[in-house]
């Protein structure tokens, strides 16, 4: 299954959905979803790199918290990120995102202010992984 | 909404009935029919799992603008009984705690600004930090955070943004007590660092509006209104530190819920006791958050000032009202004839005190307070005023604006947002913003029609009808 995202419906805020071979896979396209909501990630060059890494068990809040943590790193710094990587070890996670500073003449579309547990899922579809849940923005 | 699955209780108010082995409080919803048929199912879903949370005093409510949340529904207020094992939910305030609108009334008309009113939308475009990506020009250090966080709209009188009198018109006098620092991450007052005095993206605006209609002339009089009358009106929250808070504590209180044996119809509802630990700690970090968001507030009418200052000399902004929209208040409110102290959740719906309420500023004392429902950037918005009845049957609650009737999704393809803007013009009203993609996802289309909204919470006796505002130029996120 190559690695994809795409949204679904919500009355008030944005359905995202990213789909790949394996659960991390899925994750990071869920963060090129959420991303792309903000700027054509398309752009955005990959001049800096920053690490998340947390404990979850649970698969579900696990997205969320990737999702979140990568937000908060962005908006403390003022970045805009477009790359990410993703690994696990049981219930470990260690990710990466690179990106770049804000820039004046970058397309601007709209913040996310964070990933919510509602519409949250994470499963096994047919061919690979499927995570999804709907941000606010 | 499946209008066969509810229960009228008169034309403007609507109950869900129980079915046989369903243990829940009451659900009671008000608006019209064609507003509540024309909702999402989900939000009947959701407001019928707030009925099922422990500790729920009477009925859990939607608004005539509700639409479908994040657990609770935008547009839901309940309130709950700490001594009787009453929750606090973080879902149930929201993530942009205490977002809201600051309405100022200005001395000018609309015979005044029309010659300046591009140079004005220009200025406040460049002047306001507005959408993804922009910072204000003001930086704080974690302990000065920690200030605001403490202090709201209060401290930032206290460093010269607006003036004491603004402060007799901010809810709770432009501070809330019970604001806990340390009970916020240094993640979330690190995201703020950049963020205060910034407008924020999604529906948030900075809007000028000309007074077009009153309907109540005696309210308009006390609240200084008049027809042609130029009014101006923020709608924004506590930013990225509100939100990182919504998001830390969801997570807390999800695992308090399970830890305390509390059943959630929907994950999204995490909630805690208000008298446990982490329902304590919640209260105290929500409580920063709303300090936060009242001090942007006063910050960004600060900038408004300075900007029509430059653009209009000797113009006045004086503050008619600054209220919240996403709050859990501790109030006292009548059930069955006895005065009890309640947690009053409002996720979307805005607080309605009646008249003579001792809250209110003594102005607004005889009348009510100021209520202000915030429409879509080509339509309108309304000042209304709280009732006595509100106060009996809705915890003194309102709506809070149009509310959405289609998804953000949907409107993109509807709409191109430079058509939009150019359309909007050619009707009178400015649109500035760097984002056509969230243009086109404002789009008034998609938005419920705001007269039929305004219309709803007065005759369902919520808040009653004073003026009608008109947008004649709108900075949005």
């Known amino acids: 299954m190559r690695s994809s995202y795409s949204y679904f419906d919500h009355d008030a805020d944005i359905g995202i959905i990213g789909c790949g071979e394996t659960a991390e896979a899925a994750f990071v ?39 979140n943590n990568l937000l908060t790193e962005a908006r403390m710094e003022g970045l805009i990120f477009s790359r990410f990587a993703l690994q696990r070890n049981e219930t470990n996670w260690r990710g990466e995102a690179r990106g770049e500073p804000w820039r004046a003449e970058m397309e601007r579309g709209v913040e996310v202010k964070g990933a919510t547990l509602t519409m949250l899922s994470v499963k096994q579809v047919e061919a690979g992984w499927e995570a999804r849940c709907v941000v606010d923005v | 909404m499946d209008m066969s699955r509810l229960s009228k209780i008169d034309d403007y108010c609507w109950s869900v009935p129980s079915v046989p082995g369903e243990q829940r409080s009451p659900v009671r919803l008000y608006g019209s029919e064609p507003l509540l048929a024309s909702m999402d199912d989900k939000v009947l879903e959701q ?59 200005t001395n000018l ?72 620092p340390e009970n916020v991450s240094d993640h979330a007052k690190k995201r703020q660092r950049g963020e205060m005095g910034t407008l924020g993206s999604g529906n948030h605006y900075l809007e000028v509006q000309v007074v077009e209609h009153i309907y109540d002339q005696q309210a308009a009089q006390v609240f200084g209104l008049s027809e042609g009358q130029i009014v101006v009106s923020i709608h924004c929250g506590s930013r990225g530190l509100g939100h990182q808070i919504g998001t830390e504590y969801l997570v807390t209180l999800a695992k308090a819920a399970s830890r305390l044996g509390i059943t959630l119809p929907d994950r999204e509802l995490a ?54 929209h996403n709050t859990c208040k501790v109030e006292r409110h009548k059930v069955d004839g006895k005065t009890r102290l309640l ?25 009510g307070q100021p209520v202000i429902i915030g429409g879509s950037m080509g339509t309108g918005s309304y000042v209304l005023a709280g009732t006595a009845e509100s106060e009996n049957q809705a915890y003194s609650s309102a709506s ?53 909204v305004a219309e709803a919470t007065e005759k369902a006796g919520l808040a009653r009808r004073v003026a009608f505002l008109r947008p004649k130029a709108c900075v949005k996120g």
């Open chain 2, 47 to 105: 407001i019928t799992n707030v009925a099922k949370l422990p500790g729920l005093v009477g009925a859990a409510m939607t608004m005539p603008d509700a639409h479908w949340g994040y657990g609770f529904p935008i547009g839901g207020v309940a309130a709950f009984d700490p001594e009787q094992g009453g929750i606090i939910s973080a879902g149930g305030v929201g993530f942009d705690i205490s977002c809201g609108i600051r309405c100022l009334r």
């Open chain 1, 29 to 67: 396209a869920a963060a090129e979803a959420m991303f792309a909501i903000m700027t054509d990630i398309t752009t955005v060059s990959d001049v800096i790199r920053i690490q998340v890494g947390f404990e979850e068990s649970d698969l579900e809040l696990a997205l969320v918290t990737w999702l």
């Open chain 2, 271 to 324: 909630c805690a006791p208000i008298q446990s630990p982490e329902g304590q700690e919640y209260i105290g970090a929500m409580n920063a958050a709303i300090n936060c968001a009242l001090a942007n507030r006063q910050i960004l009418a600060h900038l408004t000032r300075e900007v029509f200052d430059r653009i209009i000399p000797n113009t006045t902004l004086e503050t008619l009202f600054d209220v919240s």
């Open chain 2, 343 to 367: 947690y009053v959740h409002r996720k979307g719906a805005t607080r309605a005190f009646g008249p003579n309420h001792p809250a209110l500023p003594e102005r607004y004392r005889a009348i």
């Open chain 2, 109 to 180: 008309t609309l015979t005044d600004i029309t010659p300046q009113l591009e140079s004005l939308a220009d200025a406040l475009f460049y002047t306001i930090p507005a959408g993804v990506g922009e910072e204000g020009q003001l930086k704080f250090a974690p302990a000065q955070i920690d200030e605001v966080l403490m202090g709201g709209a209060e401290w930032a009188v206290r460093q010269g943004y607006g003036v004491p009198e603004d402060l007799e018109y901010i809810e709770e006098r432009g501070r809330v007590t019970g604001a806990v």
């Open chain 2, 400 to 452: 809070h604006g149009a509310g959405r009737a289609m998804s953000r999704h949907q409107a993109l393809r509807h709409w191109r947002g430079r058509q939009l803007i150019d359309e909007l013009a050619e009707r009178g009203i400015l649109i500035r913003t760097r984002s056509m993609r969230g243009a086109a996802e404002e789009a008034p289309g998609a938005y419920k029609d705001v007269d039929l």
